[in-house]
Every structure is written in structure tokens, then in C-alpha cells.
């Protein structure tokens, strides 16, 4: 089993900026690839950006590329996501998740999800 708790979520501002914290406890980390994925009120769960196990691939919706980040510390048990540029439509609960190895855009794909944290963008 692996438990994930987000944190870093908040109000921003358009334009404004806020980094993501997913911990994680329990399987080996590092053996673990990471997402992130969105639900904004009335839609479904959208993919953002994951992460493989040992650091290097990485992949972004394309909404999101060159404004979002991931990135993960082994050592630490922890993935981040930087937001910078924030959007009023980037507004949604922001979920992590692993999954062994690869990552994928996915949601079905993942086995373990966080609780999710809330991301308002005011325009």
C-alpha cells in the first residue's frame, strides 16, 4: 500500500503562482511513477503531468506545458508540481497518484490516489 497526502493548495491570484506537495508513506517510493491529475466542478478527472520512477521521463498536458513542473524528491518521498502563470481555468481539485514504474496519462491506469487539494486562479 501506498498513502499519498497532498498539500500547497490555496487562492491565487491570475498570474500568481503555487507548488503542489504530494507525501507519500508505505512501498518504496522511488519504485513508483507519480501524477497529478485535475477535477474542476461538472467535468472529469483530467490528466496534468507525471513522472517516472527515476527521474527523467516526464509528461504534461499540453495546457500546461511551460507553466507546470513536476518533479520528485526520493530521498524525501515526495513529488511536487510548480504552477507558474496560473490561469482562471486552472482551477479544479488537484489529485496525486503512483502507480508502479511508467507513468501514463491515464487516470485508470493509477493505483493509489491522494485526497486531493483545492486550487482556486481569481481573475
Known amino acids: 500500500q501506498v498513502q499519498l497526502v497532498e498539500s500547497g493548495g490555496g487562492l491565487v491570484q491570475a498570474g500568481g503562482s503555487l507548488r503542489l506537495s504530494c507525501a507519500a508513506s508505505?512501498?518504496?517510493?522511488?519504485?513508483?511513477?507519480m501524477g497529478w491529475f485535475r477535477q474542476a466542478p461538472g467535468k472529469e478527472r483530467e490528466f496534468v503531468a507525471s513522472?517516472?520512477?527515476?527521474?527523467?521521463?516526464?509528461y504534461y498536458l499540453d495546457s500546461v506545458q511551460g507553466r507546470f513542473t513536476i518533479s520528485r524528491d526520493n530521498a524525501k518521498n515526495t513529488v511536487y508540481l510548480q504552477m507558474n502563470s496560473l490561469k482562471p481555468e486552472d482551477t479544479a481539485v488537484y489529485y496525486c497518484?503512483?502507480?508502479?514504474?511508467?507513468?501514463?496519462?491515464?487516470?485508470?491506469?493509477?493505483?493509489?490516489w491522494g485526497q486531493g487539494t483545492q486550487v482556486t486562479v481569481s481573475s
Open positions: 497518484a503512483a502507480r508502479l514504474y511508467h507513468p501514463t496519462t491515464r487516470a485508470s491506469d493509477y493505483n493509489y
Open positions: 508505505g512501498r518504496t517510493f522511488s519504485s513508483y511513477a
Open positions: 513522472m517516472s520512477w527515476a527521474v527523467g521521463t516526464t
